[in-house]
T-cell receptor
């Protein structure tokens, strides 16, 4: 499985934009890029996913590099409720039904 | 819509006891996953079901762990006998179908403590 690399932690001020980077230099042509987040004491929560083009939804935007070797999750205005661990994930082994290979993720701290 | 429902939310039991964790997936979802989360190993897949059939159980730690899905609306993960190293948060997730780009929906987990 292709691996992802994320910073261990990031910090942002409330109501500021946040750019969470992810490197995936060994990504294959058919791998989707998924982002999940995990708030304290909760299960992981789907945020967004994409293949080649940039994607927007009500939670965030996903910017994918032209060579697909990196991507950035963008939270347009961070709130205190966005403090969580953010995971950048590529498709896992198809025998596992595209189960999610969670790495360590980026722990986002949002300060007032 | 009701999400994935797991029970119990917390379980504390003594070493050697049998533990049963329960999961009700989202109605209409035909893929179900069990994950375990620990500080040391993070989130790891235990087993994957598709249409109630176990497809990949390579993540199940050992024979003390077993999982069943008797119907589309219910799954169990059983540990017998339990050991302190099984202490973790266990998550169940479901997904509409097998497509790799479909998001998974997670329950709030069962926090298991084996004394």
């Amino acid at each position: 499985d292709a691996k992802t690399t994320q910073p261990n932690s990031m910090e942002s001020n409330e109501e500021e934009p946040v750019h969470l980077p992810c490197n995936h230099s060994t990504i294959s042509g058919t791998d989707y890029i998924h982002w999940y987040r995990q708030l304290p004491s909760q299960g992981p929560e789907y945020v967004i996913h994409g293949l080649t083009s940039n994607v927007n939804n009500r939670m965030a935007s996903l910017a994918i590099a032209e060579d697909r070797k990196s991507s950035t999750l963008i939270l347009h205005r961070a709130t205190l409720r966005d403090a969580a661990v953010y995971y950048c994930i590529l498709r896992a082994n198809s025998n596992s039904g595209y189960a999610l290979n969670f790495g360590k993720g980026t722990s986002l701290l949002v300060t007032p | 819509d009701a999400g994935v429902i797991q029970s119990p939310r917390h379980e504390v039991t003594e070493m050697g006891q049998e533990v049963t964790l329960r999961c009700k997936p989202i109605s209409g979802h035909n893929s179900l996953f069990w994950y375990r989360q620990t500080m040391m190993r993070g989130l790891e897949l235990l087993i994957y079901f598709n249409n109630n059939v176990p497809i990949d159980d390579s993540g199940m730690p050992e024979d003390r762990f077993s999982a069943k899905m008797p119907n589309a609306s219910f799954s169990t993960l059983k540990i017998q006998p339990s050991e302190p190293r099984d202490s973790a948060v266990y998550f169940c997730a479901s997904r509409p179908n097998r497509a790799g780009n479909q998001p998974q929906h997670f329950g709030d987990g069962t926090r298991l403590s084996i004394l």
